[in-house]
Structures are given as C-alpha cells and as structure tokens.
C-alpha cells in the first residue's frame, strides 16, 4: 500500500461560521446541481448491476466522495448518487420489492485536517446510508481492493500533493519568481507543474482501479478546466490567479509581508485542459472514458463580497500556513477590495467557466 502522508494539505475551513466553507461554497453546491441530470444518466445507463454482483444478491452498496469538505454539497451529490441508484435498481432488479433490501454505506473522505465533526453533525438524520470518514489523501489508497462500487469526487482534483520543488529553488531553470501559478511565459515552470499533475492523477487513478470493483463507476467533477487552445493567462483562473498573485506582490511594496515570502509562495493547484485529462486516462489505461463533457453553468449568480468569501474559505489554511495567522485578514481584506475593483472582469470569466464532467468505467 502507498503511504499516505506525503502530501501537503490545506483543507477549507471548518465549523459553520461566516468565513466556513460550509456557508461559502454556493458556487459549488451550483455545480453539484447542475451534474446531478448526468450523474442519474450515468448511472442508468452504465451502471451493469449484473457485473457488480447485485442481480440476486444482497450487499452493501459501497460510495465514496472524495474531496468531501465540510458543508451541504457533500450530502447533496450522496443523496442524488443514493436516488439514480435506487431507480436503477427499480427498474433491473426484484431486489427492490424486499423492503430495505438494498443497504447504502457511504465513505466522506478528506484529509484528517478536515473537519469531520462539524460534517457528522450535520449528517441526515433520516438518511438512507451508513456513512464513515475515511481521512487521507486520495492521491493514495484509501480502500480494501475491490472493495467501492461508485466513486464521485467534485471540486477537489485540481489540488496537488505538493507544489513542484524546482518552481521555488532560486537555482533552477524552473524558478517560478513574480508568480504564483503555472506562468506559460516560462516552459521550464509549465513543465514542472504539469508534470506534478500527471504523477498526481496517476497515482489517483492507479489507487482507484485497486479499490473499484471491476464494472464500478466514478465521476469525476473538474473545476475550471483550461478550454483548449487558450492560453492560461485568458482563462479564468489564469485571470483570477493574477489578481491574488498582483495582491501579494502590492502588500509587499508597501512593506505588509516580505517580499522573499512572496517569491517564494506558489498556489498547491493545476486545472488543465480537457485534452490533458482525456491524455492522462487513457495513457492509465484502467477505465473507459464513457462520458466527458462540460457542465452547464450554476444558474445562481454571485456577488463579489461572497466571491471573495468563497475563496477565502478554501485558501485561508493556506495563506496562513505561508504567510502567517497575523496577515491573514490584511491579506483578504486588500484581496476583497482588489476583487470589488475588477468584479466585471472576474464575472465575465466566471460566466464562460468550463467545469468539466468526466464519468469513468472501470474495466471488468
Ligand atoms: C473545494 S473543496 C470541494 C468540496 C466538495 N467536494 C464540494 O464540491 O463542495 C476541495 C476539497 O478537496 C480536498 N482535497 C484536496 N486534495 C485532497 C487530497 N489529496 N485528498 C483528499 N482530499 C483532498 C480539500 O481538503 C477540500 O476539502
């Protein structure tokens, strides 16, 4: 088994306050919806119960959502995975006439940092499954062998297991200096990030071919893909990613964090493009691409106060750890402003994001 403590995590934050990502992931509770029509056709329509062991037999029938958090969208993608199930189980088998013949046992799994209390308590209580937490990262193996039956994961894959070690070494080719993220202008930086993402989705994909039965689904939600051909800097999270990075480098000219703590931070992230996910699976060979496509956009538009809000609550582990607990509101209250300044241009990104929906079936 691979050990699971290599990576560098940076979970959202916890408990139920203002800044939580419990009450500030309404863009992604979004994208939940908006999947919830191709994760239901996914599941009637490529889901072999035959294969999977379940024409006549009674089993547990084993999820996992990966990337969980904390919050309602966890809850919300399980309860529309648990119903496409139980419909597809009316519809190709007798097992459904046995009244609670069919037994759901749902894996919520992050990083230990994240925080399971808060997501227990705010479980179901009339819930239809049996849920545990299963901390680690998800770059490795988290389960027994043929042992899970559908696998989603949704807004969590663009985060690295660490950021590449030659974008912060002032003696490499690679130096990623006045930027924090995968800068195209320099090719030795792109191939360092690009690299750490292939090794990282291989190792997802390798450890979830272990732990899916033969014939098992897994979808797979991307945030903001790169559309292909565009170059990253035109693309939203090239855009979004300036703004933060312009922040930083501000904060340092007016003596607020050091400038060489600013050199030396780089975002733990990579979204890439539709081409390079498509490349990377098949390359893994483990599953079938049976579905790939972009999602329809949230309908629900968002203000630049609860944007900012939104980001803060998924980087604000992060922007402590590097900068420190004492910048942490300076750095988000200046974020804040400089996102109110440049919100047409940040909602004009938002409103031509690709999310990108992946299913995968694994070879039987
Ligand atoms: C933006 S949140 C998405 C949460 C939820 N899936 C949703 O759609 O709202 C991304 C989550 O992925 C988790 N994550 C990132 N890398 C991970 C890893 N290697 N293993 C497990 N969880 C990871 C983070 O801790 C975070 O909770």
Redesign the pocket.
């Known amino acids: 088994m691979q050990s699971n403590n290599l990576?560098e995590?940076?979970?959202?934050v916890g408990g139920n306050d203002a800044y939580s990502?419990a009450q500030n992931?309404t863009y992604?509770?979004g994208?939940?919806d908006a999947a919830k029509e191709l994760i239901s056709e996914a599941i009637a329509d490529k889901l072999d119960l035959k294969i999977l062991g379940f024409d006549d037999t009674l089993k547990p029938f084993k999820i996992a959502?990966?990337?969980?958090?904390?919050?309602p969208?966890?809850l919300l993608?399980v309860q529309n995975i648990i119903e496409a199930i139980e419909l597809k189980f009316q519809r190709t088998t007798n097992l459904h006439q046995k009244p609670s013949a069919l037994e759901f046992q749902v894996f919520l799994?992050?990083?230990s940092d994240?925080d399971f209390n808060t997501l227990f308590k705010s479980l179901p209580h009339a819930r239809k499954y049996f849920a545990a937490g299963v901390p680690?990262?998800?770059?490795s193996r988290l389960f027994p062998r043929s042992s899970i039956h559908f696998v989603h994961?949704?807004?969590?894959l663009h985060?690295l297991?660490k950021v590449p070690k030659e974008i912060v070494d002032p003696c490499s080719p690679a130096w990623n200096k006045g930027s924090i993220q995968c800068s195209e202008s320099n090719i030795e930086v792109v191939r360092a990030y690009s690299t750490q993402y292939k090794n990282d989705m291989e190792s997802f994909l390798n450890a979830r071919a272990e732990e899916l039965v033969p014939g098992g689904l897994m979808v797979l939600?991307l945030?903001a893909v790169v559309p292909d051909g565009i170059p990253l800097s035109n693309s939203y999270v090239g855009v979004f990613n300036n703004i933060l990075g312009s922040c930083f480098n501000d904060l340092a000219k007016m003596g607020v964090i050091s400038e060489e703590k600013v050199d030396s931070f780089n975002l733990p992230t990579y979204n890439a493009t539709p081409k390079e996910l498509e490349a990377i699976i098949r390359t893994n060979g483990n599953f079938t691409i049976e579905k790939m496509e972009k999602l329809s956009q949230p309908r629900r538009r968002i203000t630049a106060n609860e944007y900012a809000s939104g980001i803060r609550a998924?980087i604000d582990g992060l922007i402590k750890k590097h900068f420190g607990d004492e910048f942490v509101d300076e750095i988000f209250n200046y974020f804040t402003t400089k996102v109110e300044e440049n919100y047409s241009i940040i909602e004009e990104k938002i409103r031509n994001v690709s999310n990108l929906f992946i299913s995968l079936k694994r070879f039987a």
Request: aromatic share 14%; net charge negative.
């Open positions: 990576t995590a940076y979970p959202m990502y992931s992604q509770r994208v939940v959502d990966l990337g969980c958090s904390v919050g969208n966890t993608a799994n992050d990083h994240n680690g990262s998800f770059h994961t949704s807004y969590a985060w297991s939600i945030a998924g």
